[in-house]
């Protein structure tokens, strides 16, 4: 069994971190919301920046440079900066991005593995890597992203 995840949809979010293009699945992206203010949480790990509220619903946000361990100064535009809200299953998680990019078509195109190095780890979120506009776009994998347990885990 493989270890890329078999994903059916050919059309990708992309956004930006640390001038790097990566990209969630566009049927796992629930919307893109303006950053603002979230509540710590006491104790959470270094990359949950925090929680906020969502037309009722309580969702962790996560700092997209932390989790794929990028550095956390932030070059560009403040006011690009989005939350990217993804779901999987019944969770949704927020992602904070640098700011939000194209919408990637990968019909037809090939995707390759991750370089080596960081497919070893067994949460790592990046599956797949598609080339993009001269160069290439890093495709996650949603639930190792937000470290969310598989479905037959939850039960």
Known sequence: MSDIPNHTTDRWL??????????APLDQVSEVIRDGELTPVP?????????????????????GRRRLGLPETHDGDA???RLVMLSHGPHLVGLRVDAIGDLVHAQGAEIAPP?????????????????????????????????LPLESEAA
Not at 43 to 63: K, M
């Open 115 to 147: 370089p080596p190095g960081g497919a070893a780890r067994q949460d790592d979120p990046v599956h797949g890597v598609l080339p993009w506009q001269g160069g290439f776009v890093a495709l996650l994998d949603v639930r190792r992203l937000c470290r």
């Open 14 to 23: 992309s956004f930006r971190l640390g001038g790097q293009l990566y990209a």
């Open 79 to 81: 006011n690009e900066v």
């Open 43 to 63: 104790g959470a790990a270094a990359d949950l920046l925090g929680i906020r509220h969502l037309r009722g619903r309580i969702v962790p946000v996560l700092d």
